[in-house]
């Protein structure tokens, strides 16, 4: 069973410049997650989707975005990047979110802002 | 508001020493799920072990064992016989059990297995 695909993998974007990140959950999640990690910030929030809805938004600005396609897929995007923004986004699924339910993380898209 | 607390930054010991990584938490929910993540240069979060807030039952899985103490309010995690390859960032995480699914993350503590 293939875990949680983030394309791509490593990037490297000018400051202003956006970026698309995407994510392939866990064949049959419906729950998708993102979460920006910083050496400063650690491991925060980004927002949840769940059949093509956010359901939760952390505390981000709004130049942070994504949507959810009708196959679960994912997608965020960063608009007008800035030097703060170098960071790893990870992409987690779960079944259906907000039970408990078991939380499969992905191997992160590194981004670099230059 | 929740928050995970994750008082040891790094650690240092001798392949094949135990060690224990210390997890505590705060939240106002009576349902709650917590999570230990693992994480390796790589960058990928590898799922550990799920524990609800009615199950204080402890578990020891292989090498591995967590403690679960609610009236501490805290999730312990041991490694024994430690090996290098247990070398990484672990993450102790709390969830709400609230129509979505949000993940608090400690800071981390990173292990190292000195050969």
């Known amino acids: 069973k293939a875990g949680v695909t983030q394309t791509p993998r490593y990037l490297i974007k000018t400051r202003g410049q956006q970026v698309t990140l995407s994510c392939s959950p866990i064949s049959g999640h419906r729950s998708v997650s993102w979460y920006q990690q910083t050496p400063g910030q650690g491991l925060q929030f980004l927002f949840e989707y769940f059949s093509e809805t956010q359901r939760n938004k952390g505390n981000f600005p709004g130049r942070f975005s994504g949507r959810q396609f009708s196959n679960s897929r994912s997608e965020m995007n960063v608009s007008t990047l800035e030097l703060g923004d170098s960071a790893l986004y990870l992409c987690?699924?779960?079944?259906?979110?907000?039970?408990?339910?078991?939380?499969?993380f992905g191997e992160g898209s590194w981004l670099t802002v230059v | 508001a929740q928050k995970v607390t994750q008082a040891q930054t790094e650690i240092s010991v001798v392949e094949k020493e135990d060690v224990t990584l210390d997890c505590v938490y705060e939240?106002?929910?009576?349902?709650?799920?917590l999570f230990w993540y693992k994480q390796p240069p790589s960058g990928e979060l590898v799922f550990l072990i799920r524990r609800n807030s009615f199950d204080e039952q402890n578990e020891i899985s292989g090498r591995y064992s967590w403690n679960f103490q609610k009236s501490t309010s805290s999730f312990n995690f041991t490694i024994t016989a430690s090996q290098v390859v247990d070398s990484a960032v672990y993450f102790c995480a709390l969830s709400e059990v609230s129509g979505n699914e949000k993940l608090t993350f400690g800071t981390g503590t990173r292990l190292t297995i000195i050969p």
């Open positions: 939240t106002r929910d009576t349902t709650y799920y």
């Open positions: 987690a699924s779960s079944l259906v979110g907000g039970s408990g339910n078991t939380i499969y």
